[in-house]
T-cell receptor, first 113, second 112 residues
Framework: KAGVTQTPRYLIKTRGQQVTLSCSPI?????VSWYQQTPGQGLQFLFE???????NKGNFPGRFSGRQFSNSRSEMNVSTLELGDSALYLC????????????FGPGTRLTVT | QQQVKQSPQSLIVQKGGISIINCAYE??????FPWYQQFPGKGPALLIA?????SEKKEGRFTISFNKSAKQFSLHIMDSQPGDSATYFC???????????FGTGTRLKVLA
């Protein structure tokens, strides 16, 4: 079956702009998690959604937000972009949420200039 | 207390050798410890996972050793192969949080 897909794969934005990233989970998976990966901070948890409800969120400013749709697809939005938001944004899907195996997508590489 | 400390940061091993990566945690609420493998340009993929009720789990050439009292766990890769060259992450999770805490990663290079 098809894996987790993320769009776009690459994105260049300017400071102050906003961006929306999309994640389509594996068919049948209802949980979607988002992570930020940077060389300095590693992989950090952003938030997790299940059946359109956010069940947990990480320690990120309110500029980072997300949502999940009834078909389990998820989007995350970053407003007022800062240079430090440059990162690889990964989403992962699972049937019910961890500890079910999480399947990661290839990520969206965001560069803020 | 939410951190997972991972070492070494990088590791070079000869083909056929044993690769060992260590992790330590403080939060006793953690009760699920998966290891993920990431190749360049790809998202992480589950390698093997363990719960604290067992001290060791083996899958093929990959073994997790778990020391609950010391709050430490490690990944051993036996007969390391060049195809194992990747970044490895230890992860910890507390039930019901749906939140993975990743270690800082170990970049493994296996020389042919």
């Amino acid at each position: 079956k098809a894996g987790v897909t993320q769009t776009p794969r690459y994105l260049i934005k300017t400071r102050g702009q906003q961006v929306t990233l999309s994640c389509s989970p594996i068919s049948g998976h209802r949980s979607v998690s988002w992570y930020q990966q940077t060389p300095g901070q590693g992989l950090q948890f952003l938030f997790e959604y299940f059946s359109e409800t956010q069940r947990n969120k990480g320690n990120f400013p309110g500029r980072f937000s997300g949502r999940q749709f009834s078909n389990s697809r998820s989007e995350m939005n970053v407003s007022t972009l800062e240079l430090g938001d440059s990162a690889l944004y990964l989403c992962a899907s699972s049937l019910w949420g961890s500890p079910d195996e999480q399947y990661f997508g290839p990520g969206t590489r965001l560069t803020v200039t | 207390q939410q951190q997972v400390k991972q070492s070494p940061q990088s590791l070079i091993v000869q083909k056929g050798g044993i690769s060992i990566i260590n992790c330590a945690y403080e939060n006793t609420a953690f009760d699920y410890f998966p290891w993920y493998q990431q190749f360049p340009g790809k998202g992480p993929a589950l390698l093997i996972a363990i719960r604290p009720d067992v001290s060791e789990k083996k899958e093929g050439r990959f073994t997790i050793s778990f020391n609950k009292s010391a709050k430490q766990f490690s990944l051993h890769i036996m007969d390391s192969q060049p195809g194992d060259s990747a970044t490895y992450f230890c992860v910890a999770e507390a039930s019901g949080t749906y939140k993975y805490i990743f270690g800082t990663g170990t970049r493994l290079k296996v020389l042919a």
